[in-house]
C-alpha cells in the first residue's frame, strides 16, 4: 500500500491500485512458478498497472502564485512528520516518471537495472530521469538538503 500511495499520491488511487494488482495476480495464480514470489510479481504487477493508468490519464499540472517560505529547522518529535509531509508534497508535484523513478530506486530499493527493467525503459532513461528528479526535489523542497533520511540528502553517487 505505502508504494502505491507514493506511486500515485493519492490514498484512493493507491487503494485502486493494490485492488488491481492483487485481482490480476489472482487471475494468474497457476503461472506463478514459485509462490514465494507472488509478493514480487504483485508488486511488479502493480508497477505496469500504474504505468498503463499513466499512459491513458494526463492530468494538468498548475503553479501556486506565491512559493512558500522554507522552514526553519526544529529538532522536535514532528521533525519526522513534517519531512514526510514535506517529501510527499514534493514527490506528488514531480512528473510521473519521475516519481516512479525515486519511488522504485530509494524507497523500494531497486537497482538502476532493475528499475529500468520493471519501468520497460532503458538504464540510461533510469539515469536521467533520476538526475532530473533529484535536481527537482532539491528545487521543491529545499528544507529536504542535507537531511540523512531525505531522497536528496544522502550521497546518492554509490547507489
Do not use: C
Not at 519526522?80 to 522504485?104: E, I, N, T
Request: charged fraction near 30%; aromatic fraction near 6%; charge should be positive.
Amino acid at each position: 500500500m505505502r508504494s502505491a500511495f507514493l506511486l500515485t499520491g493519492d490514498q484512493h488511487l493507491a487503494e485502486d491500485l493494490v485492488q488491481a494488482s492483487l485481482a490480476r495476480t489472482h487471475q494468474h495464480w497457476r503461472r506463478l512458478d514459485s509462490r514465494s514470489n507472488a509478493e514480487a510479481y504483485t508488486r511488479r504487477v502493480m508497477y505496469h498497472l500504474q504505468v498503463s493508468w499513466w499512459r491513458r490519464r494526463r492530468v494538468p499540472e498548475w503553479s501556486t502564485a506565491q512559493v512558500p517560505e522554507p522552514r526553519r529547522h526544529v529538532p522536535d518529535q514532528a521533525d519526522a512528520s513534517d519531512l514526510r509531509v514535506v517529501m510527499r508534497g514534493a514527490l506528488a508535484r514531480l512528473p510521473v516518471r519521475q516519481r516512479a523513478v525515486l519511488v522504485l530506486r530509494y524507497f523500494e530499493d531497486l537497482t538502476e537495472a532493475e528499475t529500468a527493467e520493471t519501468l520497460g525503459v532503458s538504464v540510461g532513461t533510469v539515469k536521467s530521469q533520476t538526475f532530473k528528479a533529484l535536481s527537482r526535489l532539491r528545487d521543491l523542497a529545499p528544507e529536504l538538503a542535507g537531511h540523512p533520511s531525505a531522497i536528496g540528502g544522502r550521497d546518492d553517487r554509490h547507489r
